[in-house]
Nanobody, 119 residues
Framework: QVQLVESGGGLVQAGGSLRLSCVGS????????MGWYRQAPGNRRELVAR???????NYVDSVKGRFTISRGNAKNTVYLQMNSLKPEDTAVYYC?????????????WGQGTQVTVSS
């Protein structure tokens, strides 16, 4: 099976920065895309940023110019550098990975990491 583990969340003041990390482990053959989603209380989960195996990225408009998604040298790792954080960025952030393993295709989620931005 495949597992994603996130880290790097926390409490930060508005204008500050955080870096989220997500590492995949298990019987991974290839990861086609990895992404970060977030869900605030009472809201639907939304895509924040996504990166494909070819390096193509896309961002939700509200984070463009402030957040950067990147893949690690180990292609089962993805980062989200978050700068100029705003209180409205407060949410649980989830890592997602889509790919294939020895057991077949997968579309999996991490457990989530809390990001809280104080005003």
């Amino acid at each position: 099976q495949v597992q994603l583990v996130e880290s790097g969340g926390g409490l930060v003041q508005a204008g500050g920065s955080l870096r989220l990390s997500c590492v995949g482990s298990g019987s991974i053959l290839v990861i086609n895309a990895m992404g970060w989603y977030r869900q605030a209380p009472g809201n639907r989960r939304e895509l924040v940023a996504r990166i494909t195996s070819g390096g193509t990225t896309n961002y939700v408009d509200s984070v463009k110019g402030r957040f950067t998604i990147s893949r690690g040298n180990a292609k089962n790792t993805v980062y989200l550098q978050m700068n100029s954080l705003k209180p409205e960025d407060t949410a649980v952030y989830y890592c997602n990975a889509m790919g294939s393993g020895s057991f077949g295709v997968f579309d999996i989620w991490g457990q989530g990491t809390q990001v809280t931005v104080s005003s």
